[in-house]
């Protein structure tokens, strides 16, 4: 199995997984393609993949065989047997995909403490290999790739009356299929000819490791997302912390617009506690103050040293916002001495 990247622009590409047989040049078919995405893109959705729930490969494939069978009854098994291999060399290379060491490598290079503007991803690679990385980790980050140049038109309708030339004209020789192409170039000024680089990979862990490191070195931040807990790269602004795909507490919202909610409604419900709090702390020391009596004085501090007990489980987890309000509630209700 061979892995055809295409690199269109510096910042998209096209990724076709052949399936070879037999060591042959010619691929028998294409397995899996993720066209037009930002390369970004990919190394997010295998960082974010849980592995450890994917679908189990004979299960994979027993579910394939009676799809290929509903699809067509009469299907042979020697057509089944070919779709199988092929799904089955798929999931192999994504099952022994082990990415610890790259998320590793963003939790100390991007999330942990405050992001230094002064220092570029690059630049915080380089400390992290000197720190954590020995000769034995070099062989873990290393990939193989080979790569070969390609000129494509953007222009279709020219492709193929030029394809057609070639086909039509190749006894009269190349250099006369080259003007006549060039006569048609001519004649279609706006047919751009870009040249962009096919790069080739027999893994799809080279070809992670390949995209990873080119968000290393064009100094791309990547984030993990504290509601969701999966990796994103901000669209706009560098501190932003929470990502826009759909919140699994609410699938109506994002996790940016939940955790925004979530807020709300933590201010509000803090804010009814507080008012509660001084409520209770101002009824007790005005009494205090009128009567000048030691054992409201000791009720105040016992009410205040209370409180601060509820607050900290509060933030700790061990209670509620919720709880603590309605605890206030039965304070308020007793009568004060």
């Not at 630049?123 to 020995?134: D, G, P």
């Amino acid at each position: 199995m061979l892995l055809e990247l295409d690199l269109w622009r510096p910042d998209i590409f096209e990724i076709e997984i052949k399936y070879y047989s037999n060591e042959t040049t010619d691929p028998v078919g294409v397995l899996w393609e993720y066209s037009s995405r930002h390369y970004c893109d990919f190394v997010i959705d295998c960082l974010n993949a849980d592995y450890d729930k994917l679908i189990s490969l004979d299960d994979l494939i027993e579910k394939y065989k009676t799809i290929w069978k509903t699809e067509s009854e009469h299907s042979d098994d020697s057509m089944y047997t070919e779709k199988s291999n092929r799904i089955t060399i798929l999931k192999e290379n994504i099952i022994d995909m082990d990415l610890s060491l790259y998320k590793d490598m963003i939790k100390k290079i991007f999330l942990e403490g405050e992001p230094d503007s002064s220092l570029t991803a690059a630049q915080k690679f380089y400390a992290y290999s000197l720190a954590f990385l020995s000769k034995e980790n070099d062989q873990d980050i290393s990939f193989k790739y080979t790569t070969s140049v390609l000129a494509e038109l953007s222009y279709f309708t020219l492709n193929l009356e030029n394809i057609r030339e070639v086909e039509s004209n190749r006894q009269k020789g190349s250099d006369f299929i080259y003007q006549r192409i060039m006569d048609n170039l001519l004649r279609y000024p706006q047919a751009i000819s870009p040249i962009h680089t096919q790069y080739t990979f027999s893994t799809f862990l080279d070809l992670f490791k390949y995209l990873f490191f080119e968000i290393i070195k064009n100094n791309i931040v990547v984030k993990k997302c504290p509601n969701c807990g999966k990796y994103f790269i901000p669209e706009n602004r560098i501190d932003t912390v929470y990502c826009n795909r759909v919140s699994p507490q609410d699938p109506e919202k994002t996790c940016q617009e939940y955790a925004k909610y979530r807020n709300f409604l933590e201010k509000t419900r803090t804010d009814e506690a507080t008012k509660l709090y001084r409520q209770i702390y101002n009824s007790k020391r005005n009494k205090a103050i009128r009567t000048d009596d030691p054992k409201i004085t000791e009720d105040i501090e016992f009410f205040k040293k209370e409180s601060a007990e509820w607050r900290s489980n509060v933030q700790a987890g061990i209670k509620t916002e919720e709880e603590f309000i309605e605890w206030l509630k039965g304070v308020k209700g007793k009568k004060v001495f």
